[in-house]
């Protein structure tokens, strides 16, 4: 089978640090892949935080992920300490794709590289919405 192939975007914009809980582990004593997908979910969020674009606020469109592509690179274990670096690529219309690179600090020996496209969402109206003019300048200067 083909792996997957991600590109990686000229430059990330937020990164942060998150300590791998004994919680966070499968029976196979390593970080799963469901929580994998939560923790590449919290460094979403936290990004959007950075950015100052709360996902909570009703008055806003939201977002959806659209869909999720993640390579596992190497194992991670209880308290190692993983850096989730995030990019931004591909805009359209309706979103964007957040790409996401995952290593252990502080060695840098990647874990994942990941890929969660997403589009605005009016919950209201229950439909897909163009990127809001706000959020879109902020990134003008990615294509």
Known sequence: ???????????????????????????????GNDQMISLLSEARYRFFCDIDYDLF?????????????????????????????????????????LIFRVTKQPSGQQVVLAKQGFVFFDHDKHSVVPVPDAFREKFAQIP
């Open 57 to 97: 606020d009703t008055d806003k469109q939201t977002i959806v992920v659209t869909d999720l592509v993640a390579t596992y690179k190497a194992e991670s274990f209880a308290q190692d300490d993983l850096k989730f670096e995030v990019g931004l690529m591909d805009f359209n219309k309706y979103g964007a794709d």
């Open 1 to 31: 089978m083909a792996r997957v192939h991600l590109d990686l975007p000229e430059q990330f914009l937020y990164s942060h640090t998150i300590n791998v809980r004994m919680t966070d582990l499968n029976t196979g004593k390593h970080v």
